[in-house]
Every structure is written in structure tokens, then in C-alpha cells.
């Protein structure tokens, strides 16, 4: 039941604590959005047998620890939900009080470490050092991979060629090879499964990579075409007419675009003979303001830089399996020194929880100790942490009273340098998880600024942020604050 003082969205709140739900939620700045958590994790601490049954994940060491000490803060009030808290401990002698560390409020990082020295046999981290600065270990086995350049075997002709992709810049190829071990939790699946290709032809490759240009293609180009209105197609047909270009917005990119890939100012001679013609230069001129002022900049640079073939076959092939080799001298430096970074940690701990047969042993006792998860600022997710919570919740099932809790806001995504992928919120927001479905909710209300300076912030973000979403190239369109 709402009341006068409540916040205009207060009925999306008490949706979001409903315990036998899942819930993405969209917080902006200002929402309250580490309150929202906090209540939802009680709510829940107030149903579960073992307060070990839920697992909030967060993506700082700062954030764990704010959000630790406000659950701690917040048993210390007396309400109805403390109260059942309180029953519930005493029952199960819980002893909160004195054992705070049963409250799982955790980084993905330390969640993935826990689980990563619990696996058995090889793929253990039990007493492996986690390195925290592993750059010189990349460093050391890209060198190396270059190294084999001058081997017998017939990994040099890979490393040649992806040397050459380089204009066999040696330093160019050490540095590149180092960031990209750092990620390889994103791309050495595919790298292997390239490789592998690799071994019975390039054919497959090469239709993989024809498949993947042309779904590329087909989503920024529909994209343009629903936002191109009957008189840009008009203007469309008329340049190509007058100037040769194939009769569509992709054959009239070079004339629209300058090298940088901004939207050209104005078209003269050097762009074609056409334009000598005054009043179709006139007409051009006054076209290409119009698409600036819709914004139409970035995708439509976007579209031009889509590649027209799978020419680089074998390019991707030679760089892959480069790539494959990169990541197993590393990881013989890590066994040799008895040391983990934290995206081999994360790695370990997927591995732990699938085989060929299907979910782990391991899985298993994690998917009965864990009921429900709880992930803050998830427009930061990565792929690969996708996956992880896909795995911690392959086994759930509604009827098992398990529920998934995301909070985040696109807008405030600013990690892609980090791999995070806007886009995974985008399409959880609309899917849910593969196990799990989940319940979008809005939140609006801003308990951080006045007015004023909010309404000042959605005038001005209005007309940064683009009028149409596309995930897949981060790209998303302004809300209301």
C-alpha cells in the first residue's frame, strides 16, 4: 500500500522483495538502488534456513564491504522483517551477531576463488598464490610464443603469419598478445574451436566468419533502414542517380562520411562532378545536416566499417591459433610458479562446474547450498561472468523456491575497456536467464538531487545518448530520470 510521501515508483520497490521472484532491475543514479539490495537481501535472510543460501555478488572489494555493513546496520533496527530475522536465527542458532562472516556478500572474484580451489584433481587452485599484478607473466609468454618463430615444429608458420598481420612488428605483437591473455576467459573457447578448424581446412572458418559478418550486417543495416524516413530514401536514389553510387545507403557512405567518420559538412567537386551542379549540392548540403542533427553519426559509421568478406580467413586462423598457443605457454608459467591471476580463477571455476557428462559434482553442492543470487551493477557484466551465473543457475528451478536478482543501469555502463557487455542486460531485460525467467522492473524515483538539476540532466543526456538502442555496439537510448 502506497501513501502520499511514497516515491512514484514505490510500487516497483515492493514488487522487487517479493522473495519467491526473479527480478532485472533498471536503477539509475540516485535511485537508491544499494538500499533496494539491502532490503531485498533481509527480506530474504528472513525465509532461508542457512543465511549461506543467498549470495549477493558485487564487482569491488568497497562495494562488498558497504554493502556488509549495511545488512549488519540494518539487523540493529526493530521491524517486522529484523524481527522474523531474529526468530530465524535463534532457531537455527545462526549467532549473526558473532559469525557476520555467514552473511555471502562477496566479488566475483573471491566467489570464483572459493570455488576454484574446492575442485578436485588437476584443475584445482587449492594452494596456488593469486598474483595480483600478472602483467610480466603475459609478458613473458607472449615472448615466448614469438619465440617459436624460430622452432622446427609447424606452430612457426602461424606465428609468422600473424606476425605479418603486424608488418612483423615485434613489439607490437608482444604488447597485443599480453592484453589479450588478461582476457582470454573471452575468447579462448573460440580460439580453440578456430583452431580446430583449422586442422581440417579453412572452409569452415570461412563460413563461420560469413555467417557472423552477414548477421552483422543485417542488424546495423535494418537498424539505419528504420530510421531513414521516405525522403532520405528519395535523397538516396537522386545522389546515386547523379553520381554513380549503387542506389542505397551503403554505397553512399564514402560520399556521406569523411576519413574520420564524422558526417561531412559540405560535398564539392573532389566528391564527385555532380556536385558542380548548385542545386543539387544545395539539396546534399542541407541532407547531411539534417542526419547530423538526428544523430545519425555513429551508425552510420558503424555500417561502414563492416567487413564486405571473409578474406581474412586465414588471418583469423593464424591469429587464433597464435592466440591458443599464448595461452598455454601461460599457463605453464602459472603451474611452474604455483600462481593464479584472477581470469584464469574465473576460468577454473567454470571448469568446475561442467564436464562432458553434464554438471559437476561440485555444481551440484553449489546449486543446493545456494537459493538465491543477488548481482549488483550488472551492466558491467561480462560474457564470461555471464556464463559463470548461467552455470550457478543451469540446475534452478521455480518449484525449488530459487530466485536471480539483478540491478544495474545501462546508461551507467562505462567498462567496455573492461569487457563488460551492455549488451547482457539488454537481453536479460527482454529473455531472462537460459534457467531462470525474469521480471523487468523500472525504477525513477531520484533521492540524490533536487528537481531542478535533474530535470537540468535529462535535458542535457537527452541529447547525448542515442534516440535508438544497439546493444551489441553498446549504444543506448537516453531514459527519464
Not at 234 to 240: D, E, K, P, Q, S
Not at 257 to 273: A, F, H, N, S
Request: contains cysteine.
Amino acid at each position: 500500500m502506497t501513501t502520499p510521501h511514497d516515491p512514484p515508483d514505490q510500487a516497483e520497490r515492493q514488487r522487487a522483495l517479493a522473495v519467491d521472484q526473479s527480478f532485472i532491475v533498471q536503477a539509475p543514479a540516485g535511485s537508491g538502488k544499494t538500499t533496494l539490495l539491502v532490503e531485498r537481501f533481509l527480506h530474504l535472510l528472513a525465509t532461508v534456513q542457512r543465511p549461506e543460501e543467498i549470495l549477493a555478488i558485487t564487482f569491488t572489494r568497497a562495494a562488498a564491504m558497504e554493502m556488509q555493513q549495511r545488512v549488519l546496520k540494518a539487523l540493529a533496527d526493530d521491524n517486522p522483517t529484523t524481527r522474523a530475522i531474529a526468530r530465524q536465527d535463534q532457531t537455527n542458532n545462526w549467532q549473526l551477531a558473532q559469525n557476520p562472516h555467514l552473511l555471502k556478500i562477496q566479488t566475483i572474484d573471491s566467489f570464483a576463488t572459493e570455488l576454484a580451489t574446492q575442485i578436485p584433481g588437476a584443475h584445482s587452485a587449492d594452494g596456488m598464490r593469486i598474483e595480483e599484478k600478472p602483467t610480466p607473466l603475459y609478458e613473458q609468454a607472449a615472448r615466448g610464443v614469438l619465440n617459436q618463430l624460430f622452432g622446427a615444429d609447424s606452430a612457426h608458420l602461424y606465428v609468422s603469419e600473424f606476425m605479418a598481420t603486424l608488418d612483423n612488428h615485434a613489439d607490437n605483437a608482444e604488447r597485443l598478445l599480453s592484453i589479450m591473455l588478461g582476457k582470454r576467459d573471452q575468447w579462448l573457447d573460440v580460439a580453440r574451436l578456430i583452431s580446430e578448424f583449422a586442422l581440417t581446412g579453412a572452409e569452415q572458418v570461412e563460413a563461420t566468419l560469413d555467417h557472423a559478418v552477414e548477421d552483422l550486417r543485417s542488424t546495423l543495416l535494418s537498424t539505419l533502414d528504420q530510421r531513414l524516413s521516405a525522403d532520405d530514401k528519395a535523397m538516396i536514389a537522386r545522389l546515386a542517380d547523379a553520381t554513380g553510387h549503387p542506389p542505397d545507403i551503403s554505397g553512399l557512405l564514402p560520399l556521406l562520411l569523411t576519413q574520420g567518420g564524422g558526417i561531412r559538412k559540405t560535398v564539392d567537386r573532389r566528391q564527385g562532378e555532380a556536385f558542380t551542379n548548385k542545386e543539387l549540392k544545395s539539396a546534399t548540403v542541407e541532407w547531411l545536416q539534417d542526419l547530423h542533427a538526428r544523430k545519425l553519426a555513429g551508425l552510420l559509421q558503424a555500417c561502414a566499417l563492416l567487413p564486405e568478406s571473409n578474406n581474412d580467413a586465414s588471418a583469423l586462423i593464424a591469429t587464433s591459433v597464435t592466440l591458443t598457443l599464448a595461452a598455454s605457454e601461460l599457463e605453464q608459467l602459472l603451474q611452474q610458479q604455483r600462481c593464479i591471476d584472477f581470469t584464469g580463477m574465473l576460468m577454473r571455476a567454470m571448469q568446475g562446474q561442467r564436464d562432458e557428462h553434464g554438471p559437476t559434482d561440485l555444481a551440484l553442492y553449489w546449486d543446493y547450498r545456494i537459493k538465491h543470487l543477488l548481482v549488483d551493477e550488472f551492466q558491467d557484466t561480462s560474457r564470461s561472468q555471464y556464463q559463470f551465473f548461467n552455470l550457478l543457475t543451469e540446475g534452478w528451478s521455480y518449484e525449488g523456491g530459487n530466485t536471480f536478482f539483478a540491478v544495474g543501469d545501462p546508461m551507467q555502463s562505462i567498462y567496455r575497456f573492461r569487457d563488460a557487455d551492455v549488451s547482457i542486460f539488454s537481453q536479460c531485460w527482454q529473455q531472462g536467464l537460459p534457467n531462470v525467467a525474469l521480471e523487468p522492473l523500472q525504477l525513477s524515483a531520484n533521492f540524490r538531487s533536487d528537481k531542478a538539476l535533474v530535470d537540468w540532466n535529462n535535458e542535457l543526456f537527452s541529447t547525448l545518448f542515442p534516440r535508438n538502442s544497439l546493444p551489441e555496439l553498446g549504444a543506448i537510448r537516453f531514459r527519464l530520470q
